[in-house]
C-alpha cells in the first residue's frame, strides 16, 4: 500500500479542502502516513496558501528540503494544490522539476487520476481549471476530529478587497443548498460530532446564489433544532452582509456559540476605502454595540492590516482607537505584504518595513493588554471546555486537558484523578488568566463524556449534495 501526507497551510477552508483529499487518496488505496512531517512517505501533498507572502517561501523552501528524499525514494511522489497552485500553476514545476502533480483549488477530485497519470507518463500532470467542478462537500473525506466537524455552505467570493487574492484563485461565491448543509450536519451528529463550524469565505452572505438574503440566520436556527448538537460556530463573517437578524438567530439559538471572528482591517475609513472594504469605522462599531447588547458574554474576535499602503500615523491611530473601543477578545495581527496581481501591490505610497514593525509592536502590545483584562475578569467563573486534542502542548506534564471555552476561549483544565478524553464536555472554574489562554485547576464540577464510541476515520461519498444555481442579473 502506498502512504500519504498531506501539509497544509492558510485557512480553515484549506483545512477542510485537506480532510476531502484525504477521503479521496484513501478511496483510492493510499493510507495515511504514521507521521505528517516525516520525508520515509510515499505521497506528499502541499494544500497553499496565497494569502501572504511567505507562502511562496514556504512552500519552495519545503519542496527544495525534499527534493533530496525524492531522489533517495524511487516512486515518491509531490502534489501542489490550493491557491498558490491556482495562481502559479506551471510556475511550480518550472521553478521545483521535481514535483509530479500541481492542481486547483476547483478540482479537487483530479487529484489521484492526475498522481497515477504522472506515475504512468513518467512526466507532471499540471491541471488548473477555473470552474468548480466539485462543491467540496460532495467528495469522500478523513476527519481531522471524531467529534468537531467543519462544514461548509459556501466556496468562493464576491469581495473585491484590494489587498485580497483569494476571488480570483477561489471563483465567485457559489452557495449549497440549506436541505444539503443541514442533512451533513445530521450525518456528522448521528456520526458523534458534537461541534460544527460553518464555513464560507463570507459566511453571512449565504443566500445569495439562490436569492435569500436571511438564509444565514435561518441556517443557525435550523441548527439549533439538530438533536445532539451541542455546539455551533461561523467564520468569517463580513461587516458588509451582518444583519440584525443573525444577531438574533445567534442569541435565540442556544447551541450557536457566543463568538464572533469579524475582520476589521483597519479603523480608518480612508484606508478601509482603499481596500475596497464596503463598511466604515461607525458602521463595524455599531455592530459590535448590538451584538454586545444581545449576547453580553459575546467574545469578538477580529483580523487586522498594519502597513497598507498609504496608511498615515493618523490612519494607524483610529484602528488603535477601535481596538480600544472594541475590547476584542483576540485579534489576529498582520503586516501587509504584497500579493501579486492585487491592486494593492501596485499602489504608491508603501508603507517601509520599519514604520510597519514599529506599529505591529504597538498594536500587538495594545491588544494583548485588552486581552488580559478580559481574560482576568474571567477568574472565579465557571467555564463549560470541549475537550480537545491538541490544543495544549504541556498537558501530559502539567496533568491538564485543553480545550475551547462556549465563547472560544482557549482553556487548560486539570483533572486530577479523572479520565478525561477529547470530545469530552466539562466545566470547572477559572484560577488563572495570561492573555491567550485561562486556566483552571480547580476541581471539575461536572462531567459529561463524548457520546462517540470510536473515531472515524473516513466517510465515503455523499450522495446528496448540490451546488445552488445563481440567479439570473437581468
Known sequence: MRTYSIRTYGCQMNVHDSERLAGLLEDAGYVRAPSASGDDVDLVVFNTCAVRENADNRLYGNLGRLYPAKQ??????????GCLAQKDRGTIVDRAPWVDVVFGTHNLAALPVLLERARHNAEAQVEIVEALQNFPSDLPSRRESPYSAWVSVSVGCDNSCTFCIVPSLRGAETDRRPGDVLAEIRA?????VVEVTLLGQNVNSYGRSFGDRLAFGKLLRACGSVDGLERVRFTSPHPRDFTDDVIAAMA???????????PLQSGSDAMLRAMRRSYRQSRYLEIITRVRAAMPEAAITT???????GETDDDFEQTLSVVREARFASAFTFQYSKRPGTPAAVMDDQVPKPVVQE??????ELQDGIAWDANRALVGREVEVLVSRGEGRKDSATGRVSG??????????AIGDATVTPGDTITATVTYAAPHHLVADSAITSHRPWRGTTEIAHQPTPQLLTIGPRPSLA
Open 72 to 81: 533517495q525514494r524511487p516512486g515518491m511522489q509531490i502534489a501542489v494544490g
Open 188 to 192: 456528522l451528529v448521528e456520526s458523534g
Open 303 to 309: 483580523d487586522i492590516i498594519v502597513g497598507f499602503p
Open 359 to 364: 506599529r505591529y509592536e504597538r498594536l500587538i
Open 252 to 262: 435565540e439559538t442556544p447551541n450557536v456559540m457566543p463568538a464572533l471572528h469579524m
Open 404 to 413: 475551547r471555552a462556549r465563547d472560544g476561549r482557549l482553556v487548560h483544565v
